[in-house]
Structure formats: C-alpha cells, structure tokens
C-alpha cells in the first residue's frame, strides 16, 4: 500500500538521535505505528508533538522484525487549523526572509493627523471603537472609512483596493483591520497580497486586527502595531487636550523668558545709560582734572619731602664740613706753620736752625725763626 494519506491524533511521539521520528497515529477506531526517517524530514515544515491532529502522507508496509503494519511517512501536514497555521508560519518565514519585516522599513508614525484613512468592514465594533476613540481625542481629526470586505473570498481584493484608495487621497495615516474572530475569519490579513499592499503603501499603517492575543502577517508587515482596533486609534489620533495643555504650559513658559528677556533687557540699559553718563566728555574732563589735581598734590608733598630731605643732609654736610675748615681749627687755637714755600711743617725733620716759618692764626700771620729744634724723645 503505497502513496496513502492517513489523518489521525499524534502521540508517543520520539525524536531519535539519529534523526528519525517515531510517533503513533490514533483516532477512535485504531492506532497505527508511524516512522520519518531522517531523510524524509524534508516533508516535515513543523516541530511534531503530542496531541496534533495530522495528515501522513506515506508508504504502510510489514515492519518483519515485530511483524505488524507500519506507516512510513513521507509527509506530515497539520489538518485543519493547524494547516493554516502551517501556511501562516511558511509565509511568515518567507516574508522576513525577504526583508518586509525589517525595522528600517517602518514609517513614523505622524505626531499629529489631520486626516485618518480606515480600512475595515462598514458595520461592526471596530469602526465604532475607532470613531468614538478619535471624536473624544480630537474632534477635528477627518475620518475616511473605506467599507471593505473584511471576511470570505472577496477580502483580499476588497481590502487591497481599500489601502490604494486611500493612499490616492492622500490621508495622514490608515488604520486597517477589523474585529477579532477566528483564525479562519481574520485569514485574509495572512494572505500576501495584503501584506505586499501594507508594504509597499507610502502612508504609514496600523494594523488593528482581532484581539490582544491574535497575531496576523500585516501586524508584521505595518508600520505599527495595535493590539485591538480602539487602541489603534488611541495610536494614530493625539489627544487634542493633551496638546491644549502642552501649547497652555508653552505659552506660560514663553511669558516667563519674554519677561526675564525684558527686565535684562532693562537693566541692561540702565547700566549703559550709566556708563555713557561716565563716558561723557564733560565727565572724563572733570575725571582728569581731579586726576590732575589729585597727581599736583603728590607732587607737591612729594618735592616738599625730597626738599626736607635735602636741606636735612646739607645741614649734615656743613656741619662736616665745619669741622673739616682750617679756620674753624685756627679759631680753636690751632695755628698753622709753614715754611717759606708754603708748606706745611708737621715735623722737626721738616726744619733747621735759622730757617724762617709763617705761622697763621685765626686773626693773622706770625713770622718765626727756628732757634732749635727738640725732638719729642727729648722732652
């Protein structure tokens, strides 16, 4: 029996350390022994585990050694939702390998829109949430819904023809998603047109589909991320109380510095409207005639000291001189004696008997002559 697909739960399921996969096929009526090799592991996109309901594609042949019905599996598929999950991760992987997912792709998301694009079905929560969300945030915010078919076969065109709608119309930034579901109803968000639509759109996007806990392609894909559609607008409209009261606090602390600029500005005039007071000419005349006043004063105390100074050492040199004077010696009556040349005798070597001396005193001249000579050894 070759080439049979056989559906069933997954249990006992081994991983050898050679690589082969043991595992037993099982649904109410029976259970079959299961085998992937290590070489067929490329049939196999998924971790198999315990509790999976599957789709084996293989060969059943008699295993000798236990002699019983063995399945040898050549492909593993998850049945039912695990097949979409199958596909999900398959594109998913395909699409980050391609770089779509990459964070140098993402656009800003604008700080304040004017015009807010919406893609999602035309009744239902989500566009409620999103409307009331924006009116009480800011009611100026202009809201173009485009009312795209969000479930079915007619989804992915709908909502495809949704994003380049309102890209043409040149909106601030697009919220696109809808309501949670299962994974069969929000599968249209997984397929690649929408996502490649998400990518190549030149206004940034918020994707907002399901719930918290629901993860699509374009969550990947968008711009941003919101985990539900109310929070979605919460992300894309700002709060125009929040604004009032940031261009409120700007305003006042704009006040403040204009205020510290002007009263600066004033003193700073004052202090220039004293400099040129002191700059002025007739200011700088009387400032250098007091300096010049000022500059006679200490010359003059100062030439009143050097003459005091001066007399006082002329009157010490007088008295020097006083008592260096021959006449101040000859009017203590000293005389002074010299011979006929003039010279003056101060030794008994200088003269002989006979010889004529002129001897001055302080009122006149005295002529002797030398009638002997005593040395003072004599005496």
């Known amino acids: 029996m070759r080439s049979l697909f056989v559906k069933g739960e997954v249990s006992n399921c081994k991983y050898h350390s050679s690589g082969h996969i043991y595992f037993t096929l099982k649904d109410p009526k029976g259970t079959i022994s299961c085998v992937m090799f290590a070489g067929s592991r490329s049939g196999l996109s998924f971790r198999l585990a315990e509790g999976q309901q599957v789709i084996v594609g293989g060969t059943v042949d008699v295993f000798e050694q236990g002699g019983k019905y063995q399945l040898y599996a050549k492909q593993i598929m998850l049945d039912g939702n695990g097949a979409l999950y199958e596909k999900f991760e398959l594109l998913k992987r395909e699409l980050e390998e391609s770089g779509m997912f990459a964070q140098e792709y993402k656009q800003p998301i604008p700080r304040y829109c004017r015009t807010l694009g919406v893609v999602t079905a035309e009744t239902g929560a989500a566009v409620r949430d999103i409307i009331q969300i924006t009116r009480r945030r800011n ?6 819904l485009y009312p795209a078919i969000v479930q079915g076969e007619a989804a992915v065109p709908s909502i495809v023809k949704g994003i380049h709608a309102l890209e043409a119309m040149g909106v601030d930034v697009m919220i696109v998603g809808r309501g949670g579901g299962s994974i069969e109803d929000l599968w249209a968000f997984n397929e690649r047109a929408v996502a490649e639509a998400v990518f190549h759109c030149s206004v940034p996007i918020i994707s907002a589909v399901g719930h918290e806990t629901d993860t699509t392609i374009i969550d990947f894909v968008s711009d941003l991320r919101a985990p539900t559609p109310s929070a979605a607008a919460e992300l894309a409209v700002a709060d125009i109380r929040e604004v009032f009261t940031r261009v409120s606090s700007a305003g006042e602390t704009l006040n403040r510095l204009m205020e510290r600029k002007v009263r600066f500005a004033r003193e ?18 009387r400032e250098r005639k007091m300096m010049a006043l000022q500059a006679e004063e200490r010359l003059q105390d100062r030439m009143q000291r050097i003459l005091k ?8 040199y007088i008295e020097r001189l006083k008592g260096l004077s021959p006449l101040e010696k000859l009017n203590s009556g000293y005389s002074y004696v010299s011979d006929d040349a003039g010279i003056n005798i101060r030794s008994v070597t200088q003269v002989k008997e006979g010889q004529s001396l002129t001897i001055q005193v302080k009122d006149g001249k005295i002529g002797a002559v030398v009638k002997g000579v005593i040395p003072t050894a004599e005496w």
């Not at 009611?139 to 173009?144: D, E, K, N």
């Open 139 to 144: 009611p100026y915010v202009q809201i173009i």
């Open 309 to 316: 100074h001066r007399r006082h050492e002329l009157a010490i």
């Open 268 to 285: 700073e005039a004052k202090h220039l409207e004293l400099r040129l007071k002191t700059m002025s000419p007739a200011s700088r005349i």
